[in-house]
């Protein structure tokens, strides 16, 4: 395709992740400080979140690359398991073979796995990949994992990794006991425009070339339309420079950005996300609302608009029930 054209010696927008292409902002150098800290510090639980294309996987990555050989490691990065084939899944990375064992062999393998290395003077780590996936069952089962400990440190490490979402899912109330193992937790934020220029030039330059792809007028276009989030930066410079290749250009500019927008029927990062907020998913607040908010929020609705729909998706189970029984009495009172 293009990278003869322009001179390259690869491509520098993949969207699949790779190290060497990995650009430390401040906020993915602090995320990996944040991991290294769990491991050099043998802490129990780290959290480390981050939009969808945030660049999550590629810092796994880039840690792992980084590991001493005294360290252990299971790397899961399927994540749709129950609490059986995530202990399977566990041990697999660990080299032993559990498929033909029950629950309660798997849990004493990984135990006894667990002190055996702690014996032989290893260290183990755990990192799950889109932890945001795993039921609260496959979460109290890794609480309990971790659990296992000398008088002064944990022997078992857990980094979980994910899209916000997991947030929410730890903050459960039903999840405190896991919540209060987690010693750090840290979001890595979408990147700056400033940022989203530097790691434009930083993957072009790890690609083999110096020069500027893309005019000074369309770097505030891109961060618009991607929100500074790395993957969606890449495939939009990917079909940009394709559209200048097909035109031959050298620079990509404004009329085949423009291209690139109308050929991916991209919207502002924005404009995306707006729409998503209005898709009837609850906001993160509403999740956790007190019981008095939830009482003048029932208070306030009329009764006959509660019964036909007529209001906002409600997050609580509670009152969904009462809806329900609304429902009843007005159907009783229309019968009469």
């Known amino acids: 395709m293009y990278i003869d054209y322009f001179g390259l010696k690869d491509f520098p927008f993949r969207i699949t992740p790779d190290t060497d292409y990995l650009y430390m902002s401040p906020a993915h150098s602090r995320a990996k400080a944040y991991m290294e800290y769990a491991i050099f510090n043998r802490e129990g639980f780290v959290v480390i979140t981050g939009e969808i294309g945030s660049g999550k996987t590629t810092l796994i990555k880039k840690l792992l690359t ?3 050989e005294n360290i252990i490691v299971a790397k899961i990065f399927q994540t749709q398991l129950d609490e059986v084939e995530i202990l399977q899944a566990i041990l697999v990375e660990f080299g032993l073979n559990p498929f033909s064992a029950k629950k309660v062999e798997l849990l004493n393998m990984i135990n006894q796995f667990l002190v055996n290395s702690y014996l032989d003077g290893k260290q183990v780590l755990l990192i799950i990949d889109d932890a945001q996936n795993l039921s609260k069952r496959v979460l109290e089962e890794i609480t309990m994992l971790s659990s296992v400990e000398t008088q002064k440190e944990k022997i078992l490490h857990v980094i979980l990794v994910g899209q916000p979402e997991l947030n929410q899912k730890l903050e459960a109330p039903d999840m405190e006991q896991l919540l209060q193992r987690v010693s750090l937790r840290y979001h890595v934020r979408a990147l700056t425009l400033d940022e989203t220029k530097e790691y434009i030039r930083h993957r072009l330059k790890v690609a083999g070339i110096k020069e500027e792809l893309f005019s000074e007028e369309i770097y505030p276009k891109i961060y618009e339309y991607s929100g500074g989030i790395p993957r969606l930066i890449n495939t939009l410079c990917d079909t940009g420079l394709t559209c200048a290749f097909a035109d031959n ?47 003048e929020s029932i208070s306030s609705v009329d009764a006959s608009d509660l019964v036909h729909g007529a209001y906002s998706p409600i997050a ?21």
């Open 66 to 68: 980084e590991i001493d």
């Open 249 to 295: 250009k050298f620079v990509v500019d404004v009329e085949e950005f423009n291209d690139s927008i109308n050929e991916l029927q991209w919207k502002t990062y924005s404009e995306m996300h707006a729409e998503e907020k209005g898709t009837g998913e609850p906001e993160a607040e509403s999740l956790y609302l007190d019981k008095t908010q939830q009482q």
């Open 316 to 336: 609580s189970r509670a009152l969904v029930e009462i809806s329900k029984q609304l429902k009843r009495i007005a159907d009783h009172l229309d019968k009469q």
